[in-house]
């Protein structure tokens, strides 16, 4: 009598059948599935074809919903540490200097990780730890991550273009400002209340306008960039529940 053997390793006797091919199996290649068990390959393409659970504003649902909002933080805190502790010219290579960002256009996005005073640094990310978690779990990680980077690029933009040739810019405040024209966008296409929202807004923009060195070229460059993603969100995802309807 000839013994069975795994399809996938003939030196193996197989334990079981998969439920799907009906392939001999070992127990090295048995996946546990609502019925039976399945060899690597079937359950593979029956994972695929799991519908992806979204959130209410279109992204896929994962489990951790702080995953990128606390690498962020990371991002900002070790940028930080090695500003203030590495050579100065790491500072240089990083700060937005609008004449500078044709040559070196990464400072767009650099410059929106750069901090040197604590303060400044401390209220930005204290902002992106409020708003960030909230954010990530009604967009997704993907969406998320687009947001924010999205919000910090136009924010550089804005700077590049509004700002004085020769100046120089920093902080992750256009990123976060992003973040929050995203949530009042978010909160009054859902009628929630969005008074605190307004004032933070409004009292931003008293402070960038009245307080030398802040840049309300950054600001508005990231709130109105973060608005119109945020925007754009909600219309995807508006399409794609109208399109399960039909």
Request: hydrophobic letters at 45%; glycine letters at 10%; aromatic letters at 8%.
């Given at each position: 009598?000839?013994?069975?053997?795994c399809?996938?390793?003939?030196d193996?006797?197989?334990?079981?059948?998969?439920?799907?091919?009906d392939k001999p199996?070992c127990?090295s290649?048995?996946?546990?599935?609502?019925?039976g068990?399945?060899?690597?390959?079937?359950?593979n393409?029956?994972?695929?074809?799991i519908?992806?659970?979204?959130?209410?504003?279109?992204?896929?649902?994962r489990g951790n919903?702080?995953?990128?909002?606390?690498?962020?933080?990371?991002?900002?805190?070790?940028?930080?540490i090695?500003?203030?502790?590495?050579?100065?010219?790491?500072?240089?290579?990083?700060?937005?200097?609008?004449?500078?960002?044709?040559?070196?256009?990464?400072?767009?996005?650099t410059?929106?990780f750069s901090?040197v005073?604590?303060?400044?640094i401390?209220?930005?990310?204290?902002?992106?730890?409020?708003?960030?978690?909230?954010l990530?779990?009604?967009?997704g990680?993907?969406?998320?991550?687009?947001l924010?980077?999205?919000?910090?690029l136009?924010?550089?933009?804005?700077v590049?273009?509004?700002?004085?040739?020769?100046?120089?810019?920093?902080?992750?405040?256009g990123a976060?400002?992003?973040?929050?024209?995203?949530?009042l966008?978010?909160?009054?296409?859902?009628?929630?209340?969005?008074?605190?929202?307004?004032s933070y807004?409004?009292v931003t923009?008293v402070?960038?306008?009245i307080?030398?060195?802040?840049?309300?070229?950054?600001?508005?460059?990231?709130f109105?960039?973060?608005?119109?993603?945020?925007?754009?969100f909600?219309q995807?995802?508006?399409?794609r529940r109208?399109?399960?309807r039909?």
């Amino acid at each position: 009598m000839t013994e069975t053997v795994c399809y996938r390793h003939p030196d193996r006797p197989a334990g079981v059948r998969c439920q799907r091919c009906d392939k001999p199996i070992c127990p090295s290649c048995m996946n546990e599935a609502s019925v039976g068990f399945q060899c690597p390959s079937c359950f593979n393409e029956g994972v695929k074809s799991i519908p992806r659970t979204r959130t209410s504003l279109g992204g896929v649902a994962r489990g951790n919903t702080q995953v990128v909002t606390i690498t962020v933080l990371v991002l900002n805190v070790l940028v930080f540490i090695a500003v203030r502790t590495g050579s100065p010219r790491l500072l240089g290579d990083l700060v937005l200097v609008p004449v500078l960002v044709e040559s070196e256009p990464w400072r767009l996005l650099t410059s929106a990780f750069s901090h040197v005073q604590i303060f400044h640094i401390f209220s930005n990310l204290f902002m992106l730890w409020v708003l960030g978690p909230q954010l990530e779990q009604m967009l997704g990680r993907l969406r998320f991550a687009l947001l924010y980077l999205l919000s910090a690029l136009g924010g550089g933009v804005a700077v590049w273009f509004l700002s004085e040739p020769g100046g120089a810019t920093l902080g992750a405040s256009g990123a976060v400002l992003g973040l929050v024209g995203a949530q009042l966008v978010i909160s009054r296409a859902r009628n929630l209340d969005a008074t605190w929202i307004l004032s933070y807004v409004a009292v931003t923009a008293v402070i960038s306008v009245i307080i030398p060195n802040i840049s309300w070229q950054g600001h508005l460059g990231g709130f109105v960039t973060g608005a119109a993603v945020a925007w754009i969100f909600l219309q995807d995802t508006k399409r794609r529940r109208s399109r399960v309807r039909t």
